[in-house]
T-cell receptor
């Protein structure tokens, strides 16, 4: 059973702080990882993808992948109240089942002014 | 602005009734996924299609759920008969098979079975 585990939170940070979201995965065969943001009552929206060890930066977001530790994280710098949402971590089992994603349960983030 | 569309956006029905949800994937996308999201279970994959062929429907209750892609622009998810435990938000997502794989979600159908 392939699993993605996230710290369930909720996570609360002040505006301007760094929010750190973490995720571990069980399947060493997973090759690609994704962070989705989901506002309350809305659909998940892809914000970051990463498939190589190390860091990937996009604006205020940095995704980090450590395949040896089976660990994925998302850092949000200069957090804004508009970042308040649930963040879903997902791993892709591209090797054998053609691209299906395994989602974690999500971490709820609140950024307070 | 290419988007996945889903209809209906909201559906309230009584137990035992048939429910049909429709999805139009982004033009050119060859993979379609159906998910169900509840507070208790999170986001669960029900079924997915590649080039209209079903690849995996192991997440669906087989006795009452069925998923089809009659053509490349339409995917359907049917529940017959519906039960209160089917109440959830059902998302369709579409994507292309390439690295990194990405999926684009539709707005969802919020189903309530009374």
């Amino acid at each position: 059973q392939k699993e993605v585990e996230q710290n369930s939170g909720p996570l609360s940070v002040p505006e301007g702080a760094i929010a750190s979201l973490n995720c571990t995965y069980s399947d060493r065969g997973s090759q690609s990882f994704f962070w989705y943001r989901q506002y309350s009552g809305k659909s998940p929206e892809l914000i970051m993808s990463i498939y190589s060890n190390g860091d990937k930066e996009d604006g205020r977001f940095t995704a980090q992948l450590n395949k040896a530790s089976q660990y994925v994280s998302l850092l949000i710098r200069d957090s804004q109240p508009s970042d308040s949402a649930t963040y879903l971590c997902a791993g892709s089992d591209r090797g054998s089942t053609l691209g299906r994603l395994y989602f974690g349960r999500g971490t709820q983030l609140t950024v307070w002014p | 602005d290419a988007r996945v569309t889903q209809t209906p956006r909201h559906k309230v029905t009584e137990m035992g009734q048939e429910v049909t949800m429709r999805c139009q994937p982004i033009l050119g996308h060859n993979t379609v996924f159906w998910y169900r999201q509840t507070m208790m279970q999170g986001l669960e994959l029900l079924a997915y299609f590649r080039n209209r062929a079903p690849l995996d429907d192991s997440g669906m209750p087989k006795d009452r759920f069925s998923a089809e892609m009659p053509d490349a622009t339409l995917a359907t998810l049917k529940i017959q008969p519906s039960e209160p435990r089917d109440s959830a938000v059902y998302f369709c997502a579409s994507g292309l098979v390439r690295l990194p794989d990405t999926q684009y979600f539709g707005p969802g159908t919020r189903l309530t079975v009374l």
